[in-house]
Nanobody, 117 residues
Framework: QVQLVESGGGLVQPGGSLRLSCAAS????????MGWYRQAPGKQRELVATISNGGSTNFADSVKGRFTISRDNAKKTVYLQMNSLKPEDTAVYYC???????????WGQGTQVTVSS
Protein backbone atom coordinates (compact mmCIF):
# COMPACT_ATOMS: atom_id res chain seq x y z
CA GLN A 1 0.00 0.00 0.00
CA VAL A 2 1.33 3.41 -0.99
CA GLN A 3 1.21 5.92 1.86
CA LEU A 4 2.15 9.60 1.89
CA VAL A 5 2.12 11.36 5.26
CA GLU A 6 2.49 15.14 5.42
CA SER A 7 3.64 17.05 8.49
CA GLY A 8 4.88 20.49 9.49
CA GLY A 9 1.80 22.62 8.92
CA GLY A 10 0.55 25.16 11.40
CA LEU A 11 -0.20 28.80 12.15
CA VAL A 12 2.37 31.43 11.19
CA GLN A 13 2.44 35.23 10.90
CA PRO A 14 2.95 36.96 7.54
CA GLY A 15 6.63 37.00 6.66
CA GLY A 16 7.31 33.84 8.63
CA SER A 17 8.57 30.44 7.50
CA LEU A 18 7.48 26.81 7.63
CA ARG A 19 8.93 23.56 6.34
CA LEU A 20 6.57 20.81 5.26
CA SER A 21 7.62 17.17 5.05
CA CYS A 22 6.10 14.24 3.18
CA ALA A 23 7.24 10.73 4.10
CA ALA A 24 6.55 8.01 1.53
CA SER A 25 6.22 4.26 1.95
CA UNK A 26 5.16 1.38 -0.27
CA UNK A 27 6.82 2.96 -3.29
CA UNK A 28 10.16 2.94 -5.07
CA UNK A 29 10.83 6.54 -4.15
CA UNK A 30 13.73 7.06 -6.56
CA UNK A 31 11.41 6.25 -9.48
CA UNK A 32 8.70 8.70 -8.44
CA UNK A 33 8.19 12.32 -9.35
CA MET A 34 7.01 14.30 -6.34
CA GLY A 35 4.96 17.43 -5.96
CA TRP A 36 3.23 19.76 -3.55
CA TYR A 37 -0.27 21.08 -4.25
CA ARG A 38 -2.60 23.27 -2.23
CA GLN A 39 -6.32 23.91 -1.99
CA ALA A 40 -8.00 26.90 -0.40
CA PRO A 41 -11.71 26.91 0.51
CA GLY A 42 -13.90 27.34 -2.56
CA LYS A 43 -10.98 26.90 -4.97
CA GLN A 44 -9.61 24.03 -7.01
CA ARG A 45 -6.43 22.28 -6.04
CA GLU A 46 -3.41 23.95 -7.65
CA LEU A 47 0.20 23.01 -8.26
CA VAL A 48 2.76 24.63 -5.96
CA ALA A 49 6.03 22.89 -6.82
CA THR A 50 7.33 19.67 -8.38
CA ILE A 51 10.62 17.80 -8.36
CA SER A 52 11.49 14.99 -10.75
CA ASN A 53 13.39 11.82 -9.93
CA GLY A 54 16.41 13.54 -11.50
CA GLY A 55 16.08 16.65 -9.33
CA SER A 56 14.55 19.05 -11.86
CA THR A 57 12.20 21.54 -10.14
CA ASN A 58 9.29 23.72 -11.17
CA PHE A 59 7.35 26.32 -9.19
CA ALA A 60 4.12 28.20 -9.52
CA ASP A 61 4.67 31.87 -10.35
CA SER A 62 3.03 32.89 -7.08
CA VAL A 63 5.72 31.16 -4.98
CA LYS A 64 8.87 31.62 -7.08
CA GLY A 65 11.68 33.06 -5.02
CA ARG A 66 9.94 32.18 -1.75
CA PHE A 67 9.48 28.39 -1.76
CA THR A 68 11.99 25.59 -2.29
CA ILE A 69 11.27 21.91 -2.96
CA SER A 70 13.83 19.19 -2.23
CA ARG A 71 13.99 15.43 -1.76
CA ASP A 72 16.01 12.97 0.29
CA ASN A 73 15.87 9.59 -1.41
CA ALA A 74 17.54 7.80 1.51
CA LYS A 75 14.76 8.99 3.83
CA LYS A 76 12.06 8.67 1.13
CA THR A 77 10.95 12.19 2.03
CA VAL A 78 10.16 15.33 0.04
CA TYR A 79 10.25 18.79 1.64
CA LEU A 80 8.71 22.17 0.94
CA GLN A 81 10.54 25.11 2.53
CA MET A 82 8.22 28.11 2.63
CA ASN A 83 9.64 31.57 3.36
CA SER A 84 8.14 35.06 3.34
CA LEU A 85 4.68 33.60 3.79
CA LYS A 86 1.64 35.63 2.80
CA PRO A 87 -2.03 35.34 3.83
CA GLU A 88 -2.86 34.10 0.32
CA ASP A 89 -0.66 31.06 0.99
CA THR A 90 -3.28 29.82 3.45
CA ALA A 91 -4.51 26.40 2.26
CA VAL A 92 -4.40 22.69 2.85
CA TYR A 93 -1.14 21.46 1.35
CA TYR A 94 -1.07 18.01 -0.26
CA CYS A 95 1.83 15.78 -1.23
CA UNK A 96 1.62 13.82 -4.50
CA UNK A 97 3.72 10.98 -5.87
CA UNK A 98 3.65 9.89 -9.51
CA UNK A 99 5.05 6.46 -10.24
CA UNK A 100 6.93 6.99 -13.49
CA UNK A 101 6.59 3.42 -14.78
CA UNK A 102 2.84 3.07 -14.31
CA UNK A 103 1.85 6.74 -14.33
CA UNK A 104 -0.29 6.24 -11.22
CA UNK A 105 -0.75 9.19 -8.87
CA UNK A 106 -0.97 8.89 -5.09
CA TRP A 107 -2.02 11.62 -2.67
CA GLY A 108 -1.50 12.32 1.00
CA GLN A 109 -4.25 13.51 3.33
CA GLY A 110 -2.94 17.07 3.57
CA THR A 111 -1.68 19.43 6.24
CA GLN A 112 -3.18 22.83 7.09
CA VAL A 113 -1.11 25.99 6.66
CA THR A 114 -2.63 29.20 8.01
CA VAL A 115 -0.93 32.58 7.56
CA SER A 116 -2.62 35.16 9.76
CA SER A 117 -2.72 38.88 9.18
Amino acid sequence: QVQLVESGGGLVQPGGSLRLSCAASGIIFSLAAMGWYRQAPGKQRELVATISNGGSTNFADSVKGRFTISRDNAKKTVYLQMNSLKPEDTAVYYCKARRLVSGDDHWGQGTQVTVSS
